[in-house]
């Protein structure tokens, strides 16, 4: 009787120290930082889900959760993490190689059972998605297979629309990142480092 008292406290003890899942903002947090509230919990929420799936290995859910600290609470955080993600995202968002293009055209053909485009072809392709990184290609290549209609390769603006409103996304969270970032050095410099 006594061990099963015993186990079922220390379990009990176990799940109340344990930090709620999915919810990066209410045990992160550095000396001198505060709670968020529920709204601001859900501001933040919201702020990860408009992150890129690009970027979702090298931004971190926490992280986010200091770019919202440093912007709308003027709190310090490190500015460390903010400096390795910002050169990990841009070099995400280099322009892709020829083999890059050709592998995604190669995958939308083998899967629509169709031929590649010859060298010509290639090249028009080539021409109109070199700005791209190279990352956003598997998303594309997802979103043709499951949306496009006809078993043959799309025109290239049906890439280009899908491609743009992507790429646009990524420059928009990396404004953001950089703004955060900027703001977080600022607040070290004139409040002393963490």
């Known amino acids: 009787m006594k061990e099963k008292e015993i186990s079922s406290s220390t379990t009990t003890q176990q799940k109340e120290g344990q930090p709620e899942v999915g919810n990066p903002c209410l045990s992160f947090g550095f000396v001198g930082q505060s709670s968020?509230?529920?709204?601001?919990?859900e501001h933040v929420q919201h702020m990860i889900r408009l992150r890129p799936p690009l970027f979702e290995n090298d931004v971190s859910e926490s992280l986010i959760?200091?770019?919202?600290r440093v912007n709308f609470l003027k709190e310090k955080v490190k500015t460390s993490e903010f400096t390795v993600a910002v050169a990990k995202c841009?070099?995400?968002?280099?322009?892709?190689?020829?083999?890059?293009?050709?592998i995604m055209l190669e995958?939308?053909?083998s899967t629509f059972s169709c031929s590649a485009p010859e060298e010509l072809g290639l090249k028009t392709y080539w021409e109109l998605l070199k700005k791209y990184p190279a990352g956003l290609f598997p998303y594309v290549t997802l979103?043709?297979?499951a949306t496009y209609k006809y078993p043959r390769l799309p025109?290239?603006?049906e890439f280009l629309t899908y491609l743009d409103e992507e790429y646009a996304k990524c420059h928009r969270f990396m404004h953001d990142l950089k703004n955060a970032g900027a703001w977080a050095l600022q607040l070290e410099q004139t409040q002393g480092k963490i």
């Open 107 to 109: 995958t939308i053909c």
């Open 65 to 68: 959760c200091q770019m919202y």
């Open 143 to 145: 979103h043709i297979c």
């Open 90 to 102: 841009e070099d995400l968002l280099k322009p892709c190689a020829v083999s890059d293009v050709q």
């Open 155 to 157: 025109m290239p603006m």
């Open 36 to 41: 968020l509230g529920q709204s601001q919990i």
